[in-house]
């Protein structure tokens, strides 16, 4: 298996909502990523998980809160959401935190 | 972190070879150079690595001068579906992969 699988591949939400997305891979890797992506602009870094620790935190607002329950497993659960928080939510995988990353096909994000 | 700059844009037509470079002028010693293919609405699919000289798979080479501070993605005989942005990379372990702008190659019929 050579894949990063991320669910849901759309999700609609109101802003009262509390929803959560889910990245899943099993080759081993050790190191995982959230990524944010506005259209027609580039993957913006939001967290890096390195041994199922929390790294890096690119100060990210509390209304997204990272998980890795284990080290196959990255979840993004969201909380009060605003309507610019609407993008394409990106999840990557590294062997020990070097290139190359492998990428899931991301989460279509919309916050009504 | 080494800043990549890359051109904003490119047009080629379908069986040319398009050559697109990326400066990155404060490389690491550790660095590697990744690119990287995003299709809207898709995540990024890796292309091709190197670390210096001259890297071939069977989609892309890379070439890398000897000071490393530039990289040259080479990509043969493209089509209208190799249509996409394209993404440099430098970076080595446990560091912030940062995205740069990217190249948005339009190939015409």
């Known amino acids: 298996d050579t894949e990063v699988t991320q669910t849901p591949k759309h999700l609609v939400m109101g802003m009262t909502n509390k929803k959560s997305l889910k990245c899943e891979q099993h080759?081993?890797?050790?190191?995982m990523y959230w990524y944010k992506q506005k259209a027609k602009k580039p993957p913006e870094l939001m967290f890096v998980y390195s041994y199922e620790k929390l790294s890096i935190n690119e100060s990210v607002p509390s209304r997204f809160s990272p998980e890795c329950p284990n080290s196959s497993l990255l979840n993004l659960h969201l909380h009060a959401l605003q309507p610019e928080d609407s993008a394409l939510y990106l999840c990557?995988?590294?062997?020990?935190?070097?290139?190359?990353?492998?990428f899931g096909s991301g989460t279509r994000l919309t916050v009504v | 972190l080494a800043k990549t700059t890359q051109p904003i844009s490119m047009d080629s037509y379908e069986g040319q070879e398009v050559n697109i470079t990326c400066s990155h002028n404060n490389i690491a010693t550790n660095d590697y150079i990744t690119w990287y293919q995003q299709f809207p609405s898709q995540g990024p699919r890796f292309i091709i690595q190197g670390y210096k000289t001259k890297v071939t798979n069977e989609v892309a080479s890379l070439f890398i001068p000897a000071d490393r501070k530039s990289s040259t993605l080479s990509l043969p005989r493209v089509s209208l579906s190799d249509t996409a942005v394209y993404y440099c990379l430098v970076g080595g372990t446990d560091d912030k992969i940062i995205f740069g702008k990217g190249t948005r190659l339009h190939i015409l019929p």
């Open positions: 990557a995988s590294s062997q020990f935190g070097d290139p190359p990353y492998t």
């Open positions: 080759m081993g890797h050790r190191a």
